[in-house]
């Protein structure tokens, strides 16, 4: 079975603070870790695949297998990036392709105050 | 290029009815996956479906059957609705071969009385 953990369902920060949401899973296969965003009256959306190691809008998060978690991480936060997050999941098989089977963690909500 | 979209936008129905949930695909997207998202709660995943056929299923029960079309578009049925049915329910949609990367719409709200 596979689950992903998000353990706060609101998070608070001022402009210029550093930002984290943690992000933890259970799986027993090769996993493909996704953060999703929903800004206000938007729809849900891709923000980062740790597969691309890439850094978006100045956020990066990084996979650690050992403790099982893909935190998302900015160093200075921004009014605009207030909206719900999702930390999702989704197996591999043997070739290394995603299911895109979607495994969601709660969210969480993020408020950045000027 | 289109993006994903979805009818109705919200619809009430009453406990024991039948509904139908219609998604039409991103243009080029052959995979269109389901799910239902309950109030303060993740998306959770219904089932998938890739060139027609159903292709993953989670945890619901079998009154949750749905379709695809030759044009992608793809349509959810819900049979003897419950309260708990009660949801946002979404449809994304992914380029073959591209399934780690999906593209929602903006949902339909159902509302179970």
């Known amino acids: 079975a596979q689950r992903v953990t998000q353990p706060e369902k609101l998070l608070s920060v001022f402009k210029g603070a550093p930002v984290e949401l943690k992000c933890n899973y259970s799986y027993s296969g090769s996993p493909e870790l996704f953060w999703y965003v929903q800004y206000s009256r938007q729809r849900l959306q891709l923000l980062l695949r740790h597969i691309s190691r890439e850094s978006i809008k100045g956020f990066t998060a990084d996979l650690n297998k050992g403790e099982t978690s893909f935190h998302l991480k900015k160093p200075f936060a921004q009014e605009e990036d207030s909206a719900m997050y999702y930390c999702a999941l989704s197996g591999r098989n043997a070739g290394g392709t995603s299911y895109g089977k979607l495994t969601f963690g709660q969210g969480t909500i993020l408020t950045v105050h000027p | 290029e289109t993006g994903v979209t979805q009818s109705p936008t919200h619809l009430i129905k009453t406990r024991g009815q039948q509904v139908t949930l219609r998604c039409s695909s991103q243009?080029?997207?052959?995979?269109v996956s389901w799910y239902q998202q309950a109030l303060g709660q993740g998306p959770q995943f219904i089932f998938q479906y890739y060139r027609e056929e159903e292709n993953g299923r989670g945890n619901f029960p079998p009154r949750f059957s749905g379709l695809q079309f030759p044009n992608y578009s793809s349509e959810l049925n819900v049979n003897a609705l419950e309260l708990d049915d009660s949801a946002l329910y979404l449809c994304?949609?992914?380029?073959?071969?591209?399934?780690?990367?999906?593209?929602f719409g903006p949902g339909t709200r159902l509302t179970v009385l």
């Open positions: 994304a949609s992914s380029y073959p071969d591209r399934t780690d990367t999906q593209y």
């Open positions: 243009s080029g997207h052959n995979t």
